[in-house]
């Protein structure tokens, strides 16, 4: 499968580049994990957003859905034009614990909300997904989504403090795109992890390549690679960027 970084900010856009939001891609499927601010253009770059199969969000927090609305004006317009209207319906997958937002999913005719459970294992096309529910100031969940053609593995920490279960939940995944938006010194936080924190979880979970994302808009990204470096030096360690393309 293919990742695609469209966004990775945490919080807000900035420097030309939006928040988190993530294409990943089998030869015949797309999702798109999360909708950030800005995510939408930097899709257009590489699918038309028709293509798109399925949309599946961590939580309902404006850097993770900003442009979701705008890509459901998209799609009805764009079929409107593209005479598609009795194509089926898109569907978008969420939680449905803040039921005001899960309600936004659906949109007459365009998209239908679906929710997923933490207890159980979703199946979207290729993929076989199982949830996590992190430390987050809203109900959010990480996402352990397995290739189930090849067994390759990706796991998404979303937005979380550090929690000792992402070690078994992360276990010898092939990518781990976690959340790191503290450098060190804010570790036990409430709301996101520390470089350290990143590094301890891709050490015990032997995890083969770290992405790190939500990144910080103030600091020296190169610095807050090398702390999660010095806590695990033998796993590839990159810096989440705009349009990177990572093979899994
Ligand atoms: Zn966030
Ligand atoms: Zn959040």
Known sequence: MKLTI???WGGYPTKN???SSYLLETE?????????????IALEDHLDPLQLDAVILSHYHYDHIADLGVLQFTRQLKRMKNNLERAPMFPIYGHQGDNENFKRLTMDT???GIAYDEGQKLYIGPFEIQFMRTLHPVE????????????????YTADSGYLPDFVTFSKEAD????????????????VHMSAAEVGRIAKEADVKKVILTHLPQVG?????KAQVINETPKTEIILAEKDLVIEI
Request: charged content about 20%.
């Open 6 to 8: 469209l966004g990775f």
């Open 17 to 19: 580049s939006g928040t």
């Open 28 to 40: 015949n499927y797309h999702l798109l994990i999360d909708v950030g601010s800005a995510s939408l």
């Open 110 to 112: 365009v998209s239908e």
């Open 140 to 155: 959010c969940y990480a996402m352990r989504i397995v290739e189930i053609k090849t067994g390759k593995i990706l796991v």
């Open 175 to 190: 990518v781990l795109l976690a959340d790191t938006n503290f450098f060190n010194g804010m570790e036990n936080h409430r």
């Open 220 to 224: 020296d990204l190169e610095l807050l």
